[in-house]
Structures are given as structure tokens and as C-alpha cells.
């Protein structure tokens, strides 16, 4: 692979992960080598615009390197005692890119719907939803089977969140 890092309008990796997300590309996949970039600013930064979050873009980096390595030979030298093996760096990098996206979508940031969404587990939440004119409303309610100026079955300090006056 070329050495990229040479060439010129390249920002070095300054060791500090928060400085930006190309940084913390660079962190998450271990390309920390300013003298030797296996990935180009370039590349990182399309990562970013297409997966939409550094963990993704960290993952197909990944995947990225996990082909470039792939595609190469295993090699040693008997004269001095020397080996390579490209596809165990190629399988490292696949497992690198399974983790990474096991942990996105751990943290929200895997799949096209943005994460898990919990409606209704707060009071200000049922209200939105309740009040929503395109939300599908609960078929079922508390309080429903209540007749005006009767009391029903719950006490009046209860939350009758669905109770519709």
C-alpha cells in the first residue's frame, strides 16, 4: 500500500482522537501511523458521508482493509527467518469490522432507523403521542368505559393519561 500520509494537504494524526472525526476513524481502526496511512484522508472522509456516523465509517474502513489484505499473498523468507501472513491481518480486520458494528448498533447508530425508539415510557411522551393527529391511536384505554359525571373504577390521583374528557 503507498504511503499517503506524505502527501501534501494531509493532516497528520495528532494522538488525540477528539480533535476530529477523521481522527477518531483512525483510532477506532488502529491507523495511527502517520508515517504509514493504510487509509487516506480521502477515503475516511467518504466513509463519513455515506455511513453516517465514525463507528460506521470505522467499520467499513474496516472491511476496506480487510479486502486490500485479502487480495494480497502470504510470504516468508527461509534465508532470514521471516514471514507475513496478509490473511491474518485481512481476518483481523474483518473481525474488527463485525465488532465495530455490533457496537453502532449497540449504541443507536446501526441501522437505516437511527437506533431503538421507546415511546410512551413518560408522562410528556404519552401526551405528544396522544395529541399526534398522524400517530395510530390505542384501540384501548384507561378510562374509556367511564360515563361523564360518573366515577369509574380508578382513583382520581391515578393517571388517566388516555382518558379522553
Given amino acids: 500500500m503507498a504511503r ?10 495528532s494522538g488525540n482522537p477528539a480533535v476530529a472525526n477523521r481522527h477518531r476513524v483512525r483510532f477506532r481502526i488502529g491507523d495511527t501511523d502517520s508515517a ?10 467518504a466513509m463519513l458521508t455515506d455511513e453516517g456516523s465514525v463507528l460506521n465509517a470505522a467499520a ?14 502470504d510470504s516468508s523468507s527461509t534465508e532470514a527467518n521471516l ?6 491481518k485481512a481476518e483481523a480486520y474483518r473481525q474488527l469490522a463485525k465488532d465495530l458494528r455490533a457496537r453502532a448498533t449497540r449504541s443507536g447508530l446501526g441501522g437505516s ?3 431503538v425508539y421507546a415511546g410512551g415510557i413518560s408522562k410528556d411522551d404519552k401526551e405528544a403521542n396522544r ?35
Fill in 113 to 115: 432507523d437511527g437506533g
Fill in 60 to 73: 467499513a474502513c474496516a472491511e476496506h482493509l480487510a479486502a486490500y489484505f485479502s487480495r494480497e499473498v
Fill in 4 to 13: 499517503r500520509s506524505k502527501i501534501a494537504g494531509h493532516a497528520l494524526y
Fill in 83 to 88: 514471514s507475513w501472513s496478509n490473511s491474518q
Fill in 36 to 45: 504509514d496511512y493504510l487509509v487516506s484522508d480521502e477515503e475516511i472522509d
Fill in 131 to 165: 395529541d399526534d393527529t398522524d400517530i395510530v391511536q390505542p384501540a384501548f384505554f384507561r378510562g374509556m368505559m367511564e360515563q361523564p359525571g360518573t366515577k369509574g373504577p380508578f382513583a382520581e390521583d391515578q393517571d388517566n393519561d388516555w382518558c379522553r374528557d
